[in-house]
């Protein structure tokens, strides 16, 4: 088959028939565009967009054949130059896609991404095409889905990161453990899916021949039959302590996150925090070239906890009890501290098991499927799904926990030392700089509260002359460019991650207006004024709040 790229007559009506189509210059802010091809329609999207418009294009090219050809016949210098271009090349790009994705696609913007194609490529590329399109789903879903997790939860994190802080400076370094384990070893993830009562004794045969990782819902189940993991993972904010009750967990290590629930930690326990997704303590380790690892996934504790496997480099990863469906009805294995039959009824669906027949699953347990699947083959790690039962994950291996055990765990080696052997995450020095930097927000917010009040009374300003029908394009060009200018130098500000656990909904009103439009100007800018300052106020109420809130904690 032969499909045309362009036209041989008209390259200019093409390319008007196809922007006709993706033009939308009021709502996209960043277009995601399967295939460069000679760049035409990319440079149609610059052109029909405003200037001062903040738009951010992604373009995905799936072949490097192509590419080769367009470097000998266009000058494309202009898009590889342009910086709100990122250029994607599949066969040249050592990380997927979704990596580029997450740097680009935010809580911002989330809303304002559309997706376009340059003509008949999906065609050429259909399975590309997909992967692409499942691409940008899944990192919308996270994105999505860390905000309606801030919004529930903004208070809890923002309390976590200040209890769990003493924690954070005496922890230890992932980056550590991954030299000091030996090459070539596997890694055993224990979810509390149904299946897990099936296998559950066979682990006993893996200790001290595997690196054995407990999700936080496993533990009670492992403990109930004596078996000890040499790690368990905990991220959730609001996780339920019962989980940890049994005293052996106190000397069994964590993986966790600055924002976890701080009693999955104890004091003195030993600990390995991943770097999650807080900016203002990423631009701390980043300026300090402290390597850390961002395990956080937007799903669930398995989903890190592979990440963290993954990180090691492992010669395997086992999966067991990872059901991800409602294996005989149930939700969890026995023992487990959950409810067995409690099933959501209204998420319910249905999904292939490893056997091939229709097993109960829901939207979220096919959400974390979808990114086992994804992360699978982006990154090519041989993983055994040894659940022996629940839902099919497309690219494992299928093998009974005895087996795979038998196969790959034969080499002892001792892996508590080299937990015990790890390097601390801060030395003495930067554990001060560390401490200092934290004990500085209120100074960092106090910098920037002098742009927050200007702002505020710019938009009451666009809000007034709204109301009284004074539309002086002159001065309202003014006011929106200095508040444009004043949002972006705020939402660039690494503080502020501090303050947006406290202020989602205002967050959410202001991305919601941002994405609405009115055929009345007029009603248009009193919204956008009025939402506006509401922000601006939300802003100022929390950081004076955080202010006097830290002003406390670091007394004590």
Same mark, same amino acid.
């Not at 036209?7 to 028939?17: K, T, V």
């Not at 496993?218 to 049994?246: N, T, V």
């Not at 009974?400 to 765990?409: N, Q, R």
């Given at each position: 088959?032969?499909?045309?790229?362009?036209?041989?007559?008209?390259?200019?009506?093409?390319?008007?028939?196809?922007?006709?189509?993706?033009?939308?210059?009021?709502?996209?802010?960043?277009?995601?565009?399967?295939? %460069?091809?000679?760049?035409?329609?990319?440079?149609?999207? $610059?052109?029909?967009?405003?200037?001062?418009?903040?738009?951010?294009?992604?373009?995905?090219?799936?072949?490097?054949?192509? &590419?080769?050809?367009?470097?000998?016949? !266009?000058? $494309?210098?202009?898009?590889?130059?342009?910086?709100?271009?990122?250029?994607?090349?599949?066969?040249?790009?050592?990380?997927?896609?979704?990596? #580029?994705?997450?740097?680009?696609?935010?809580?911002?913007?989330?809303?304002?991404?559309?997706?376009?194609?340059?003509?008949?490529?999906? %065609?050429?590329?259909?399975?590309?095409?997909?992967?692409?399109?499942?691409?940008?789903?899944?990192?919308?879903?996270?994105?999505?889905?860390? *905000?309606?997790?801030?919004?529930?939860?903004?208070?809890?994190?923002?309390?976590?990161?200040?209890?769990?802080?003493?924690?954070?400076?005496?922890?230890?370094?992932?980056?550590?453990?991954?030299?000091?384990? /030996?090459?070539?070893?596997?890694?055993?993830?224990?979810?509390?899916?149904?299946?897990?009562?099936?296998?559950?004794?066979? #682990?006993?045969?893996?200790?001290?021949?595997?690196?054995?990782?407990?999700?936080?819902?496993? *533990?009670? &189940? =492992? *403990?109930?039959?004596?078996?000890?993991?040499?790690?368990?993972?905990? $991220?959730?904010?609001?996780?339920? =302590?019962?989980?940890?009750?049994?005293?052996?967990?106190?000397?069994? /290590?964590?993986? +966790?996150?600055?924002?976890?629930?701080?009693?999955?930690?104890?004091?003195?326990?030993?600990? !390995?925090?991943?770097?999650?997704?807080?900016?203002?303590?990423?631009?701390?380790?980043?300026?300090?070239?402290?390597?850390?690892?961002?395990?956080?996934?937007?799903?669930?504790?398995?989903?890190?906890?592979?990440?963290?496997?993954?990180? #090691?480099? /492992?010669?395997?990863?086992? =999966?067991?009890?990872?059901?991800?469906?409602?294996?005989?009805?149930?939700?969890?294995?026995?023992?487990?501290?959950?409810?067995?039959?409690?099933?959501?009824?209204?998420?319910?669906?249905?999904?292939?098991?490893?056997?091939?027949?229709?097993?109960? +699953?829901?939207?979220?347990?096919?959400?974390?499927?979808?990114?086992?699947?994804?992360?699978?083959?982006?990154?090519?790690?041989?993983?055994?799904?040894?659940?022996?039962?629940?839902? #099919?994950?497309?690219?494992?291996?299928?093998?009974? %926990?005895?087996?795979? $055990?038998?196969?790959?765990?034969?080499?002892?080696?001792?892996?508590?030392?080299?937990?015990?052997?790890?390097?601390?995450?801060?030395?003495?020095? &930067?554990?001060?700089? !560390?401490?200092?930097?934290?004990?500085?927000?209120?100074?960092? =917010?106090?910098? @920037?509260?002098?742009?927050?009040?200007?702002?505020? &009374?710019?938009?009451?300003?666009?809000?007034?002359?709204?109301?009284?029908?004074?539309?002086?394009?002159?001065?309202?060009?003014?006011?929106?460019?200095?508040?444009?200018?004043?949002?972006?130098?705020?939402?660039?500000?690494?503080? @502020?991650?501090?303050?947006?656990?406290?202020?989602?909904?205002?967050?959410?009103?202001?991305?919601?207006?941002?994405?609405? +439009?009115?055929?009345?100007?007029?009603?248009?800018? *009193?919204?956008?004024?009025?939402?506006?300052?509401?922000?601006?106020?939300?802003?100022?109420?929390?950081?004076?709040?955080?202010?006097?809130?830290?002003?406390?904690?670091?007394?004590?």
């Amino acid at each position: 088959k032969q499909y045309q790229l362009d036209s041989l007559y008209e390259s200019e009506a093409l390319i008007d028939l196809w922007y006709r189509d993706y033009k939308n210059d009021d709502l996209y802010n960043v277009y995601a565009v399967f295939g %460069l091809g000679n760049g035409m329609f990319i440079r149609k999207l $610059i052109a029909g967009s405003s200037p001062d418009k903040d738009m951010r294009i992604v373009v995905y090219e799936p072949n490097l054949s192509i &590419i080769r050809t367009v470097l000998k016949g !266009f000058d $494309i210098t202009d898009i590889i130059e342009n910086i709100n271009i990122h250029l994607y090349i599949k066969e040249l790009d050592d990380d997927p896609i979704g990596v #580029l994705l997450d740097n680009v696609i935010n809580y911002r913007n989330v809303k304002n991404v559309h997706v376009a194609q340059y003509p008949n490529y999906s %065609l050429f590329f259909e399975n590309e095409f997909t992967e692409f399109n499942n691409a940008i789903r899944i990192n919308k879903e996270a994105v999505n889905g860390s *905000m309606d997790a801030n919004e529930k939860f903004g208070r809890a994190f923002y309390n976590n990161i200040f209890d769990n802080l003493n924690n954070y400076l005496e922890s230890k370094s992932i980056a550590s453990l991954k030299k000091k384990l /030996p090459k070539g070893f596997p890694v055993i993830i224990v979810s509390s899916g149904p299946s897990l009562s099936k296998n559950i004794t066979d #682990l006993k045969n893996a200790k001290n021949k595997a690196l054995i990782v407990a999700v936080d819902s496993a *533990m009670p &189940i =492992l *403990m109930h039959e004596d078996i000890i993991p040499d790690m368990y993972a905990s $991220i959730d904010g609001m996780k339920f =302590l019962a989980h940890f009750e049994d005293e052996k967990t106190k000397d069994i /290590p964590v993986l +966790t996150t600055i924002t976890a629930t701080p009693g999955a930690v104890r004091d003195g326990q030993t600990a !390995f925090f991943e770097k999650g997704d807080n900016r203002y303590i990423n631009a701390f380790l980043e300026k300090e070239n402290i390597d850390v690892p961002e395990l956080s996934t937007g799903g669930t504790v398995a989903n890190t906890a592979y990440k963290f496997a993954e990180y #090691l480099e /492992p010669c395997c990863i086992i =999966l067991c009890g990872q059901d991800l469906a409602y294996t005989g009805d149930k939700a969890h294995a026995d023992n487990s501290l959950s409810d067995n039959n409690e099933i959501e009824e209204s998420t319910l669906t249905y999904t292939k098991d490893i056997y091939g027949n229709d097993v109960k +699953t829901s939207v979220e347990f096919t959400l974390y499927k979808d990114w086992f699947e994804r992360e699978i083959k982006q990154n090519k790690v041989r993983t055994v799904d040894a659940t022996e039962g629940g839902a #099919l994950i497309e690219g494992t291996e299928i093998r009974t %926990l005895k087996d795979i $055990i038998d196969e790959e765990c034969k080499q002892e080696f001792a892996v508590g030392e080299c937990i015990e052997d790890c390097d601390r995450l801060f030395d003495d020095d &930067i554990r001060e700089k !560390f401490l200092s930097y934290m004990k500085a927000i209120p100074e960092k =917010l106090d910098g @920037m509260l002098s742009d927050i009040n200007r702002s505020k &009374i710019n938009y009451d300003k666009m809000y007034m002359m709204a109301k009284a029908n004074d539309l002086s394009k002159d001065e309202l060009t003014r006011l929106f460019k200095e508040n444009d200018d004043i949002n972006n130098r705020v939402n660039n500000e690494p503080v @502020m991650a501090i303050v947006e656990y406290l202020i989602q909904d205002s967050i959410r009103r202001m991305n919601d207006n941002a994405n609405r +439009t009115s055929n009345d100007v007029r009603t248009e800018i *009193m919204e956008a004024g009025s939402v506006g300052r509401d922000h601006a106020a939300a802003i100022a109420e929390k950081s004076i709040w955080i202010k006097e809130d830290l002003k406390k904690r670091f007394e004590n």
